[in-house]
């Protein structure tokens, strides 16, 4: 059986889409990029860009009971694979040891004009 979460505190998802769906374990989630959750997307380096994904994924985890520490895989897409260096340097941050797999793929263009989108897949023990 599938869930949805849904929260007011991340960046909205159109009304085809979901932010997150857990099924069982496993929590996915939409890609998200680096937008506000009134909508606002945001200008910046890509630090500050990286971080206002991660704020949004954070959050809609929160929302399904778990945390960054239980992601197991992580898709990013990028406009420009040069900020990549940068983007790690920060991305470790968010995650600890042993680190989440990742693909990293250059497209050539994100919704809303963004440079950097994310989707995660966590894992965690449902309660019973």
Known sequence: MK????TPN?????GLLSQAIVVGDFIYTAGFIHMTPDGKVIDGT???????VMLNIQTVLEAAGATLS???KVTLYVTDISIL???NKHYVTYFSEPFPVREAICVK???LGASIEMS???YKKATS
């Open 10 to 14: 991340a960046q909205s998802a159109p």
């Open 46 to 52: 890509p630090e500050e860009k990286l971080s206002q």
């Open 85 to 87: 260096p940068t983007i």
């Open 3 to 6: 869930q949805e979460i849904k």
């Open 109 to 111: 263009a994100l919704p």
């Open 120 to 122: 995660v897949v966590a």
């Open 70 to 72: 239980d992601v197991v």
